[in-house]
């Protein structure tokens, strides 16, 4: 028999497939992404449903681990199996009547087989929610920072446009949780005035995006941002912090619930 | 001593004071709005709040019980005590203090010695939230009655119209819970189209406004709206099934996550 009998496109009998998962999650009742044991999970209740799906463990890599009580509108992650044969888009509904109402899979697409949504991520955008004053909300306490002193927002804007630009964070980075480089390149820090609601106050969100964030980053820009509003220190304070790449110099760790992974971004599949 | 003696606006020592209440809730871990025992109700945890406050038992009476896992905007309920000397506004952070996240007193104001949520109520507003097609939102689907079929929208704001004048509901309460009467004036019967968001179908509420309301009222229109958006009945359908006077001629009870009270209307206070 000629090599040439064989079919163009052949593959081996037991490869494996590569996808590209986007989720959403209220991560509210779940301990954070990473599995642990005896603990409810994203990464954990993702790859309880693939092994009724697959009948085989596959491991599922998401773009970053986020913390226990962080949401996502938009995760993305990979994973590799050689036991799904049908459409990706069947891979979403097959998912989704397997996991908790609390997860969805918004979307799933073939990927290169070595595509990993660690490596492969070129950006990503946050969204960071706050209420300042009025009442508390019966239902979105769970997604807020509800601060209840008064905030100059025009300061906030003005102190969040700082963090713009390719700056060393290590100021910004949770203590003991140190990463080979602290330089990140962030290229959108805004805060976004949201339309009013009666007895509400003000809502506000702060969006970042970068090329990468370090461990709880976001909620320690928010926390310093915070610090500014209330007066205690003037927007180009920022700098200064930047400057101190010393953790004490930033302001406090803003709460879990209010964070969103709003967005990962990737190159387009060749 | 004369009886002059006695200035105008004099008032009895003990003399009880009388709150309207306007309050908020998500109804999702809650037994409803009647106090039972050992079950968690929004009657319960604010007369648990009100005894901490007064040191004695108060009884709140709210304009209608709302069933479990019913959510109100603006529910209003009626209060006397003798025992709260500061001002309202000042019972409205002192309750909200004492209250789960998930309840929230809007605002107290002094009212009338006979004030009564329930017979003083003029009118009431509802609002029931739908999506049809599209995948689940992660925390929306909380509120919302998600419809898997194709829904002919036109159909149902046509079917909702008819639904408005003064009509005997007979067939839209529920068994087991008959009124005096089963007549109900219905000012509005409105369907509206709220914006779209990414991958979650269409998004539609219909609100119901009316002199008041038969049990279950809400649900059982909703649910026969939907049979009539699936092409199930012409909208004309709905004029024979008021006709009726039967509950079996009506639709299926929608189910109670989507409902929320929104309004509750009183005359001006003399």
């Known amino acids: 028999m000629s090599v040439d009998a ?24 779940f301990s954070g992404w990473q599995i642990q044991p005896n603990k409810p999970t994203i990464q954990g209740m993702l790859e309880r449903a693939l092994v009724k799906l697959t009948r085989q463990r596959v491991h599922v890599t998401g773009s970053g681990r986020t913390d226990a009580g962080v949401h996502a509108l938009a995760q993305v992650a990979s994973l ?19 996991l908790p ?57 003005e102190a969040a446009k700082r963090f713009v630009g390719k700056h060393d964070f290590a100021s910004f980075q949770a203590i003991g949780s140190p990463r080979k480089s602290t330089v990140r390149n962030v290229t959108a820090c805004e ?16 969006e970042i995006e970068a090329d990468g964030f370090l461990y709880n980053m976001v909620r320690n820009i928010a926390g310093t941002l915070i610090e500014v509003g209330r007066g205690k220190y003037p927007p180009q304070h920022i700098d200064e912090v930047i400057a101190a790449k010393d953790r004490d110099a930033a302001g406090p760790t803003a709460p879990p619930q209010a964070l969103f992974l709003k967005r990962v971004d990737y190159r387009p599949f060749p």
Request: hydrophobic share 45%.
């Open 6 to 29: 064989a079919p163009v496109d052949a593959v081996p009998v037991d490869t494996e497939r590569a996808f590209k998962l986007t989720l959403a999650y209220d991560g509210t009742d």
């Open 80 to 98: 590799r199996t050689p036991n799904w044969r049908a459409s990706a888009a069947d891979l979403v509904n097959a998912m989704n009547v397997n």
């Open 101 to 157: 109402p609390t997860i969805v899979v918004i979307d799933a697409v073939d990927a290169p087989h070595d595509f990993h949504a660690i490596r492969d991520a070129i950006g990503k955008r946050y969204r960071y929610q706050l209420q300042i004053g009025g009442l508390r909300d019966v239902i979105d306490y769970r997604y807020r920072w509800h601060v209840h002193h008064a905030i100059n927002i025009d300061a906030v804007s």
């Open 191 to 206: 805060v976004i005035r949201e339309p009013a609601v009666d007895h509400r106050g003000e809502l506000v969100s702060i």
